[in-house]
């Protein structure tokens, strides 16, 4: 059963294992500015496949040609990766591609395509990743964290605090993503085992998720054919 922990000391780990941004001498975010240096093996997941807007044969047109006061449906079509994308607009593919290389390479984001949302798993890729875990975490509890970013404009501002830290089983983050009192809130910031064996970031600005992890779990997240990884290290860049 999911609880809310009023005591933040099970997560002071995670700010003394990760390299903090420095404003000033500012070199881009990275990898180990998001996850503990404590593993062996890192990956991007993408937070969701992109989609193709069914309604839209124009594929030239840019979201940002479309007038600010039109109305916009979609039709979500097939499913199509980023891989598939960087091989189609000649993109090179490599552990720092991200979304803004498309835009950055035709101009804006093009209006056929629905692309992952920021901060927030899709539902689909979220089962597949819980499924792949739950191997690796056998009777473990977890802990799951929202940063102040994450719960401002979702709840009251007298509860934001410094942050939200449940605990429970693995199939709770299906609890706090859904339903209950973290209704409509965007995926967890941070979420692991008990043992720490493995580690999750979903940061509020970025499309993809990153993992931490030891080489077999972080093998069959990358061989998983739902799932789009990408192999990353600590230092690989992951801001736009």
Not at 61 to 70: F, G, S, V
Not at 103 to 128: A, H, S, T
Request: glycine share 6%; net charge negative; aromatic share 12%.
């Amino acid at each position: 059963m999911i609880r809310k922990m009023n005591d933040l000391t099970t997560y002071e780990w995670i700010e003394e294992e990760t390299v903090s941004i420095d404003p000033i001498n500012w070199n881009g975010g990275r990898v180990c500015n998001l996850i503990p240096n404590r593993y062996t093996h890192y990956c991007k997941i993408m937070n969701s496949t992109f989609y193709r807007d069914r309604g839209i044969t124009d594929e030239t047109l840019l979201w940002n040609q479309i007038p600010p006061n039109e109305e916009v449906t979609i039709d979500l079509g097939e499913g199509i990766t980023l891989k598939e994308l960087a091989k189609k607009y000649d993109i090179t593919f490599d552990n720092k591609i991200s979304t803004k290389a498309i835009e950055r390479k035709l101009g804006g984001y093009p209006r056929y395509l629905i692309f992952p949302d920021e901060g927030r798993i899709n539902m689909d890729v979220l089962k597949e990743m819980t499924q792949v875990l739950a191997p690796f975490n056998e009777h473990k509890s977890c802990y799951f964290f929202y940063n102040i970013l994450k719960l401002i404009g979702r709840i009251p501002e007298e509860e934001v605090e410094n942050g939200h830290l449940y605990t429970g089983k693995l199939k709770d983050i299906f609890t706090i993503y859904n339903k209950g009192e973290m209704d409509g809130l965007a995926s967890p910031t941070y979420w692991w085992p008990e043992d720490r064996s493995w580690f999750i970031s979903t940061d509020y600005d970025l499309d993809f998720t990153i993992f931490g992890g030891g080489k077999q779990l972080f093998n069959a997240l990358m061989s998983n054919e739902k799932l789009e990884c990408i192999e990353v290290d600590l230092d690989t860049r992951v801001d736009n």
